[in-house]
């Protein structure tokens, strides 16, 4: 994994760097969070309104809400699909998960996407994602951080 200040980006992911979410490819599906970047930027998470399984995403639309301490605003689905899976459960228990594990337990919407092979186009794999993030940490002074229990 490549750490620039603090900052994580997994190589092993694929990003949509637009709107600071990763995704893990398993079989059919995907499953999407947020970068450690962007739970940074956002600061401590506070609350999420989930689209329930079953919602149809179009690439570029709300999966979800999140909102934090600092800021309100959605997290953008990077490939439109079917939602599979939300991670409700685990953020009812720590709302904060994503700002303490963002690759791991802290994934927000498994979804299985309609049209990946036409969608996939502007996303970036982990090594050209790292150099993207590099350069906006630099240029906008960002230190990453973990939420405390």
Known sequence: MATWQGCAVPEELLYDLEHDVWIRLEGDEAVLGMTDVAQTRCGRLVQVSWKQPGARLRRGRPA?????????????APLSGE??????????EDVAIANRDPYGEGWLVRLRPSDLDGE???????????????????ENDVRCFRCAD
């Open 64 to 76: 979800c809400v999140i909102e934090s301490a600092k800021w309100v605003g959605p997290f953008v």
């Open 83 to 92: 939602v599979t899976e939300i991670n409700e459960q685990r953020f009812s």
């Open 120 to 138: 996939r186009g502007h996303l970036v794999d982990g090594s050209a994602a790292f150099e993207h993030y590099r350069q906006l940490i630099d």
